[in-house]
């Protein structure tokens, strides 16, 4: 079946870059997406990005899809205290709901 | 946000009982679904639906059920719940564009419900 890797941890200081990587396993996924869960809440939409386009921006996220190696990263600039959450990446095979990755928990230092 | 409610939002229970949990809809979305989120898994889908009356199996749908008698509504009904139903589930919806089971629409989430099964 389908799988979606993400690593499950990544910690960086307040103002630096965040990046979060993705592997998704379906080239017939026509929408990749990232999701924020902060503490106690649901998975908010963040963006999502069109097979077809290689990068997303929208102020401080850049979506980059590499789709031959089927590979999708999420970079947050200026990464502040409230980015501080876990960040799911989930694809559509096909005509089928969403598949999630396990989900990366970004800690912002301070 | 999306007009997503689950009730109740926290439930405790014993092994055994039977359990339900409600989601409702606001948006007059076509789709709705249910996940459950555990430690290690991340978000597994248990059961959806694509219009009133039709609903499909999800990866984890074994002590499940569903229903969905109308548009806005969406249960899902543990019969006899046991300890590894203990999870926080949670209600999505989407905008379904397409006929049959098409939809490119992303997924919407509501709160999501904290159930402890004793």
């Known amino acids: 079946g389908e799988d979606v890797e993400q690593s499950l941890f990544l910690s960086v200081r307040e103002g630096d870059s965040s990046v979060i990587n993705c592997t998704y396993t379906?080239?017939?996924?026509?929408?990749l997406y990232w999701y924020k869960q902060e503490p106690g809440a649901g998975l908010q939409l963040l963006t999502y990005?069109?097979?077809?386009?290689d990068m997303k921006q929208d102020q401080r996220l850049t979506v980059l899809l590499n789709k031959k190696d089927k590979h999708l990263s999420l970079r947050i600039a200026d990464t502040q205290t409230g980015d501080s959450a876990i960040y799911f990446c989930?694809?559509?095979?096909?005509?089928?709901?969403?598949?999630f990755g396990k989900g990366t928990r970004l800690s912002v230092i301070a | 946000d999306a007009g997503i409610t689950q009730s109740p939002r926290h439930k405790v229970t014993e092994t055994g009982t039977p359990v339900t949990l409600r989601c409702h809809q606001t948006e007059n979305h076509r789709y709705m679904y249910w996940y459950r989120q555990d430690p290690g898994h991340g978000l597994r889908l248990i059961h959806y639906s694509y219009g009133v009356k039709d609903t499909d199996k999800g990866e984890v749908s074994d002590g499940y059920s569903v229903s969905r008698s109308k548009t806005e509504d969406f249960l899902l009904t543990l019969e006899s719940a046991t300890s590894s139903q203990t999870s926080v589930y949670f209600c999505a919806i989407s905008e379904g564009l397409g006929r049959g089971r098409e939809n490119n629409q992303p997924q919407h989430f509501g709160d999501g419900t904290r159930l402890s099964i004793l």
């Open positions: 990005i069109f097979s077809n386009m």
């Open positions: 379906d080239s017939s996924s026509t929408y």
């Open positions: 989930a694809e559509r095979p096909g005509n089928t709901p969403l598949v």
